[in-house]
C-alpha cells in the first residue's frame, strides 16, 4: 500500500493492493478489489471481486467470486454472487444471485436470483425477482417480473408478471403494459401483443400476438393466439377461443359458440337454463 489510507481491513493475496487514500473498506479475498485506489466504505469479498472496478468505487457491497471483477462507478450497490454485476456501470442498484445484473448500466434497478436481468443494459426501473427474471431485457423500462423464468423473453416495458413461467415463454415479444399473474398467464405471447390482462393459472397462456384481453380464471381465454378485445371471466371460462374478437364470456366454463366467433356474448355454461334480471 502507498499513501495514507486508514481504517481498512484486508486479507488476501495483492487484495486492496492498490488503495492509497481509500478509507473504511473491507476487502478480503485473492485480488480482491485490486484496482481500488481511493474508495471507500466499501465490503469487496471473494476471488477476483472487484478486481479491474474503477479506482474510486465507494458505498458498495461486493460478494462473490468475480462480483464487480469489471465494474465501473456503482456507488451505492449490493452486488452479491458468483459474477453478480460482473461488468456492470449503474448505481444504487441492488444484484443478489449468481450472473445477476451481469452487465447492466442503469441506475436503481432490483434483480434478484440467478440470472436475473442477465442482458439488461439501459432498462432503467427494472425490478425482477426470480431465477432468469427478465433475462432477456436490455433497454426497456418500468418492469416487474417476479417469480422462475418471468418475462424471460421480453423486452417490452412497463409490464407486470408475477408467478412461475408468467409472461415468459421462451417466444421473444416485445409487448407493453401487460400484466400477467399467475403460473403461465399469458405465457407465450409474441410480437407486440400489448394491454393484455391474464390472472389466474394459465389464463391466456397459447403462444400469438393479441391485444386488449382480459381473462380473469384458471385457465381463462387459455387457447387464445390471435384473439383481441375479448373479456373473459370464470374457471376455464372461453379456453376454446383461438381467433375470435371482441367477445364477453362469463361464469364457470363458459363456452363460445366457436373457436373463431366474433362479438358474441356468452353468460354461464350449457347448464344454464334460465336468465334472471331482478326487478324486470
Given at each position: 500500500l502507498s499513501g495514507a489510507p486508514q481504517g481498512n481491513t484486508i486479507l488476501g493475496i495483492d487484495a486492496g493492493n492498490a488503495l492509497t487514500t481509500g478509507t473504511n473498506n473491507t476487502i478480503m479475498g485473492n485480488d480482491a478489489g485490486k484496482a481500488v485506489t481511493v474508495g471507500g466504505n466499501n465490503v469487496i469479498v471473494g476471488f477476483e471481486a472487484a478486481l479491474n472496478s474503477a479506482t474510486n468505487t465507494s458505498d458498495m457491497v461486493v460478494i462473490g467470486e468475480k462480483a464487480f471483477e469489471s465494474g465501473s462507478?456503482?456507488?451505492?450497490?449490493?452486488?452479491?454472487?458468483k459474477q453478480a454485476g460482473n461488468s456492470q456501470s449503474g448505481e444504487l442498484i441492488v444484484g443478489i444471485g449468481r450472473e445477476s445484473a451481469r452487465v447492466n448500466?442503469?441506475?436503481r434497478v432490483i434483480m434478484i436470483g440467478y440470472q436475473a436481468g442477465y442482458s439488461n443494459?439501459?432498462?432503467g426501473n427494472n425490478t425482477f425477482v426470480g431465477e432468469r427474471s427478465g433475462y432477456s431485457n436490455t433497454t426497456s423500462d418500468n418492469n416487474t417480473y417476479m417469480?422462475?423464468?418471468?418475462?424471460?423473453?421480453?423486452?417490452?416495458e412497463k409490464n407486470t408478471a408475477?408467478?412461475?413461467?408468467?409472461?415468459g415463454g421462451g417466444f421473444g415479444h416485445t409487448g407493453t403494459d401487460n400484466v400477467a399473474i399467475g403460473y403461465l398467464a399469458n405465457q407465450a405471447p409474441t410480437g407486440a401483443s400489448n394491454y393484455n390482462v391474464a390472472i389466474g393459472s394459465e389464463a391466456l397462456r397459447s403462444s400469438g400476438t393479441r391485444t386488449n384481453n382480459v381473462a380473469i380464471g384458471y385457465k381463462a381465454a387459455t387457447a387464445v393466439t390471435t384473439g383481441s378485445n375479448n373479456t373473459v371471466l370464470g374457471y376455464q371460462a372461453g379456453d376454446a377461443v383461438t381467433i375470435g374478437s371482441n367477445n364477453i364470456i362469463i361464469g364457470h366454463e363458459a363456452t363460445a359458440s366457436a373457436v373463431d366467433v366474433n362479438n358474441e356474448?356468452?353468460?354461464?355454461d350449457a347448464n344454464v337454463t334460465s336468465l334472471r334480471i331482478p326487478g324486470l
Open positions: 462507478a456503482g456507488f451505492g450497490s449490493v452486488l452479491i454472487g448500466t442503469s441506475d443494459t439501459s432498462g417469480g422462475d423464468q418471468t418475462g424471460y423473453s421480453a423486452s417490452g408475477v408467478g412461475q413461467g408468467a409472461f356474448i356468452t353468460l354461464g
